[in-house]
């Protein structure tokens, strides 16, 4: 694991969770611990400090010790809110930041070379940014943003009411990278009820 010290991670954690009937994906239990435990140990390891991109009262995070966001957009914008927010709290907090790199609150299995392999693709193929792929399914969620498209992300969203991720990204080039892990998606989400012993039997396999 290579920890990237121009690269802040964000988490996103905003979204409504209706399929599990509300509430905070990142804080069901997976193996003993939240679910957030899982994606904040393998994010930490690579890049240089972390901000959880969350709604609502931020006091239920405050164990985690980590700076909490807001969507700067109303209204539940989708994941570009998300982006956006955590790219404006890279731009204030941390000046020598290029790039920040998302991560979805419910994944705990994504891979911990995630963001040295997608640093490695834009910088091979000369591209803007980069999302993880698995399957032949784009996981826009898991990206690598740069920082100084800041400006053009709040006027999509803002301005011209963008809020799909794959509309905004086709202004740009972006460079999907391929991930496998062997018997299981990598990018396996918590997004309802029924996929909790699906990862238990994985987080199990993990741990043989």
Request: glycine share 10%; hydrophobic share 45%; net charge negative.
């Amino acid at each position: 694991m290579t920890v990237r010290t121009n690269v802040v991670g964000c988490i996103l954690a905003g979204g409504l969770a209706r399929r599990m009937g509300g509430g905070d994906k990142g804080l069901i239990e997976l193996a003993g611990r939240p679910v957030m435990d899982h994606v904040i140990e393998r994010f930490g390891a690579q890049v240089s400090s972390i901000v959880l991109n969350a709604n609502g009262d931020p006091a239920r995070f405050a164990e985690y010790g980590l700076p909490v966001v807001p969507d700067t957009v109303d209204g539940f914008a989708g994941p570009l809110a998300g982006v956006l927010a955590g790219l404006c709290w890279a731009a204030e907090n941390v000046p020598e930041a290029e790039w920040l790199a998302t991560a979805a609150t419910d994944t705990p299995f994504f891979p911990t070379d995630f963001v040295s392999r997608l640093s490695g693709a834009i910088e091979h193929q000369d591209a803007d940014m980069a999302c993880a792929a698995s399957d032949g399914r784009n996981h826009p969620v898991f990206g690598l943003w740069p920082v100084s498209l800041k400006d053009d992300l709040q006027s999509a969203l803002v301005d011209e009411d963008i809020r799909k991720v794959d509309v905004w990204t086709a202004r740009h080039k972006l460079v999907a990278v391929e991930f496998t892990a062997r018997g299981f998606d990598p990018f396996f989400n918590v997004n309802r009820p029924d996929d909790v012993p699906e990862a238990e039997r994985i987080a199990q396999e993990l741990a043989a």
